[in-house]
């Protein structure tokens, strides 16, 4: 902790371990031959909705009034801005209908966004959803008469009602645009208090959480039962979409520095046992049908935990001839989670790349960037390169950053 959150001490060394897999990398695993077939994805990630965001600044249609409402400020004393306190009068810097470099983003800003996509592309494929962070409801009878957006007064209640209702409206969008190949995965804002959660050894205090998710996916219609059933159980899951090609949704929370359930058992390659997994042969199918993995996740540093569903996941995807993509929300070159989980993520990206994972896609940096993945991290150069794990910039404009996707 002193290391991962104060950063007063020196990180300890990762242990020096090899993961042992299934049967040792094929000598050809050069990346498919293109088929010739374009799919339109697209990805939204750290969307950040604030219901109570109040605008500043009266708005119409050929210009802006210099009239504006009281305590509606952008650059305010309060934990988070853009929000009628009552004892403010003249805002310093009067929250726009839009939203605010310093502040979470108005629902007119997300309808907006989801109204604008089918304007930039008429068809999509898939979409991805990484890092959906929801903001707190305020207690009804805070004291100060504050409608916070501090972490610590959320509760499950409030982020409850905040995500089915997000969720809800971007089905509704989605519905619309034919958009029903979406694939979400669970942010560290969703839950409370923000992120905490327990490994299943520890506790099953998150049951809520991923209930809560699993009920919002499937009323929105976005992934099988049989998903769903694994949505509810921890958060992680994998789906194919169509012949050929595998999404696993991967819960990265489970390896990040600010999760307190984890820091007994950090140094663990499995810390959650999960026993009931199938075994290395059933893993192993995945690589021998040649099938495309696509990851998705919040971030792109995962728990060995998760990895070691993903080794199934992927496994079980080769057998059948296809490709999977992984998508998690936190990415795996940031420092936001444990470094022996990541050299544990990384090796089994070396292990199946390019010829299976053929994309990443991730969230929770606020930043259009990417992450490039080697075969031999002591020579990075394009021979050496295997993967690219795409992070997508945030629906939110907090952090200096416009809305986009």
């Not at 959150?5 to 293109?34: E, H, M, Q, W």
């Not at 990265?252 to 199938?278: M, Q, S």
Request: aromatic content about 12%.
């Amino acid at each position: 902790m002193c290391a991962t959150i104060g950063g007063l001490c020196p990180y300890p060394a990762v242990p020096d371990y090899s993961v042992t897999f299934p049967k040792p990398r094929p000598a050809n695993t050069d990346p498919p031959a293109l088929s010739g077939q374009v799919k339109t994805l697209l990805h939204l990630s750290d969307i950040h909705v604030d219901p109570l965001y109040a605008s500043g600044v009266l708005m119409f249609y050929f210009c802006i009034s210099r009239d504006t409402q009281p305590g509606t400020d952008a650059n305010c004393n309060f934990p988070i801005c853009c929000r009628d306190f009552k004892n403010l009068t003249k805002p310093d810097r009067p929250a726009s209908k839009w939203g605010d470099y310093s502040c979470d983003a108005p629902v007119a800003l997300l309808d907006n966004l989801l109204d604008s996509i089918p304007k930039f592309e008429p068809k999509i494929d898939y979409a991805l959803i990484t890092g959906f962070p929801p903001v707190s409801l305020p207690l009804l009878l805070s004291p100060s008469d504050i409608a916070p957006h501090d972490v610590w007064v959320a509760t499950e209640s409030s982020v409850t009602t905040v995500l089915k209702t997000v969720y809800a409206s971007i089905s509704k969008h989605f519905t619309a645009y034919n958009i029903t190949k979406v694939f979400p995965s669970v942010g560290n804002h969703d839950t409370a208090p923000v992120n905490l959660f327990p490994l299943k050894s520890q506790s099953r205090a998150s049951d809520w959480v991923y209930h809560t998710l699993a009920d919002s996916w499937k009323q929105a219609n976005w992934l099988p039962d049989s998903t769903i059933l694994e949505v509810a159980d921890y958060g992680t899951y994998a789906t194919r979409p169509e012949p050929g090609l595998k999404v696993i949704s991967l819960n990265t929370n489970l390896c990040y520095v600010n999760d307190w359930w984890i820091y007994g058992k950090v140094n663990e390659l499995d810390p959650n046992a999960l026993t009931p997994i199938p075994s290395f042969s059933h893993h192993q199918a995945s690589e021998d049908a040649g099938e495309r993995v696509w990851i998705t996740a919040r971030t792109y540093n995962s728990p060995p935990v998760i990895f070691k569903i993903m080794r199934i996941f992927i496994s079980q995807t080769h057998t059948l001839q296809k490709k999977n993509a992984l998508s998690p929300d936190v990415p795996p070159g940031i420092s936001d989670c444990f470094r022996n989980f990541a050299h544990f993520y990384y090796q089994i990206i070396q292990r199946y790349s390019p010829h299976v994972i053929v994309a990443q896609f991730y969230g929770h940096t606020h930043r259009d960037e990417f992450e490039i993945f080697y075969s031999d991290e002591t020579k990075r150069n394009a021979d050496t390169a295997i993967s690219v794990g795409y992070v997508t910039p945030s629906v939110v404009p907090m952090k200096n950053t416009n809305s986009a996707f």
